[in-house]
């Protein structure tokens, strides 16, 4: 299942964007959008959330099953139904339904960012990469 199917399962919508680093990879990244909420409830401060190592961004949307209710907010049922005023335990959803602008980043390498503007996945030379490299060219990407 895509991060995007994942997203739109529970009942936002997503904003697939790619960009690409200075050294020729592809990054995926996805925007969560709560389409409950008017422009004037969106925190217009971006949340990056990033996946640590040899994850990818699908960790900030499978923590607990729920999903998007009409009235904006989200509702996981294993958490809500002991404590309707528990904030549930997928962030990435949580802080949607809060009006929070939220993006998921996937790191190279990753199976949502494994695109490159001239090396192919299959090849060696596309894997020749460390933490370094994804510090000085993804983040600041």
């Not at 994942?6 to 919508?13: D, T």
């Not at 592809?26 to 925190?43: A, D, G, M």
């Not at 607990?64 to 959803?93: K, M, V």
Request: charged share 20%; glycine share 6%.
């Amino acid at each position: 299942v895509s991060q995007q199917e994942l997203i739109e399962y529970r009942g936002f919508k997503c904003d697939t964007h790619y960009l690409q680093t200075a050294d020729g990879y592809i990054l995926q990244l996805n925007r969560l959008v709560n389409p409950h909420l008017k422009k004037k409830e969106i925190n217009p401060k971006p949340i990056l959330l990033n996946h640590g190592h040899q994850a990818s961004g699908s960790v900030w949307l499978i923590a607990s099953n729920g999903t998007l209710r009409s009235d904006g907010t989200y509702w996981e049922e294993a958490i809500h139904r002991a404590d309707p005023q528990a904030t549930g335990n997928s962030l990435a959803f949580v802080l949607s339904a809060r009006g929070c602008d939220v993006w998921i980043a996937n790191a190279r390498g990753t199976i949502n960012s494994a695109n490159h503007s001239h090396l192919d996945p299959q090849d060696v030379e596309f894997w020749q990469f460390s933490l370094d490299e994804m510090i000085e060219h993804d983040l600041p990407t």
